[in-house]
Every structure is written in C-alpha cells, then in structure tokens.
T-cell receptor, first 112, second 113 residues
Framework: KNQVEQSPQSLIILEGKNCTLQ??????????LRWYKQDTGRGPVSLTI?????NTKSNGRYTATLDADTKQSSLHITASQLSDSASYIC???????????FGKGTRLHILP | DAGVTQSPTHLIKTRGQQVTLRCSPK?????VSWYQQALGQGPQFIFQ???????QRGNFPDRFSGHQFPNYSSELNVNALLLGDSALYLC????????????FGAGTRLSVL
C-alpha cells in the first residue's frame, strides 16, 4: 500500500533552536519527494523537491535529505524563527499514474 | 504573475445543499488538481483535470464532480452536502502532471451546518 508517514505529529521548540522532521514512505514506483510548508488556513507552499538521485537539498534554513534505499527523508530547520510555526507536509507522487500521496504533516510550534 | 487563486475564501452551507468552488491556475499551467483537507490532516486527492478532462480520481463519491474550462480554470462541485464535507478545499496547478511542482491556492474553507 502506498503510504507516507511523518513524525513527530507535533513538535514544540524554542526560537533559535534546530529541529528535524521525519518522513517515511512506501510509495512505488518513486518519482520524487517534496516538502511543503502550510501556514494555518493557507495552501501549502513548496520548500524542496528531490529526485531519486539527490541526497540533500537546501532552501535557506531548510535542508532536506533523502535516502532512497531506506525510503526515508528528513527536513532539518536551522536557527528556527517564529515564522517557522506551521505544518510541514511530506508529499510523494506515484510515478506514472500522477497520484500524489500526502503525509498528515508535522505541526511545528516555535516559542519565543 | 498571478499565482493560483481560489474563490470564495469561505463558504457556509447546510446539509443537502450544493456548492461550487472555483480555481484559476498559475499563469502558464494547464493541469489543475483538487484536494480536500480536514482539520489536522494532510490533503486528500479528489481529482485532476487536464485538457478539460478528468485524468485521475481519488476515493471520493460521485457527489464530487468537476470541470475544466478552455482557459484552464476549474470548478469543483459537491452535491447533497454532508456535515463531513466540511473542510479546506485546495486547488493546485502544475504544468506537467505528477512530476512537476504543484502550486497551491489559499483554499476555500467550507463549513456545512
């Protein structure tokens, strides 16, 4: 069964600290993996997109990693800011049939 | 360059009513996908439109239908509304379905009373 599972479900950290969010997937065949940031009540906004051959991709303070062998990805946020408070969703399209599998997201709260 | 726009932003309906939500894709995009996102959950794929036809469909009943117009804009129609249809409805557009990055609209918040 094609699934995307994220952990933790929610996370609270202090401003300035680093954190890492996890995504495990069983989607096959694999096309790419995407991380989105979704502010409350808004549509998701793309952070990174990684193909099979990419291990690491950065977007400012956001760094995503991908291990295609273990089917795991992580999103590392460095020096967190209050504006990082949002849900972070891992998304894995299923190659060749256009279905896109969303994780349930990790709700991140940054405290001042 | 306008991104994905959705209307209305909020909507309140009662059980049994019908609703139409609208989406204009990002300029240059020809593929539109619709998602339902319940509170605290990830988006669930409803269907995708390309060249005015439904290409893919998720596990949603026939009460959910859609349309894509020649200008690539799209509508999502839901008939016989149920309380469980209350959710944020997201529209996403892309140029190449499945492999291209999707750009999401801000969504329409539907409340069914």
């Amino acid at each position: 069964k094609n699934q995307v599972e994220q952990s933790p479900q929610s996370l609270i950290i202090l401003e300035g600290k680093n954190c890492t969010l996890q995504c495990n997937y069983t989607v096959s065949p694999f096309s790419n993996l995407r991380w989105y940031k979704q502010d409350t009540g808004r549509g998701p906004v793309s952070l990174t997109i990684m193909t099979f051959s990419e291990n690491t991709k950065s977007n400012g303070r956001y760094t995503a990693t991908l291990d295609a062998d273990t089917k795991q990805s992580s999103l590392h946020i460095t020096a967190s800011q209050l504006s990082d408070s949002a849900s972070y969703i891992c998304v894995v399209p299923k190659n060749r049939d256009d279905k896109i599998i969303f994780g349930k997201g990790t709700r991140l709260h940054i405290l001042p | 360059d306008a991104g994905v726009t959705q209307s209305p932003t909020h909507l309140i309906k009662t059980r049994g009513q019908q609703v139409t939500l609208r989406c204009s894709p990002k300029s240059g995009h020809d593929t539109v996908s619709w998602y339902q996102q319940a509170l605290g959950q990830g988006p669930q794929f409803i269907f995708q439109y390309y060249e005015e036809e439904e290409r893919q469909r998720g596990n949603f009943p026939d009460r959910f239908s859609g349309h894509q117009f020649p200008n690539y804009s799209s509508e999502l129609n839901v008939n016989a509304l149920l309380l469980g249809d209350s959710a944020l409805y997201l529209c996403a557009s892309s140029l190449v379905a499945g492999t291209d990055i999707q750009y999401f609209g801000a969504g329409t918040r539907l409340s069914v009373l």
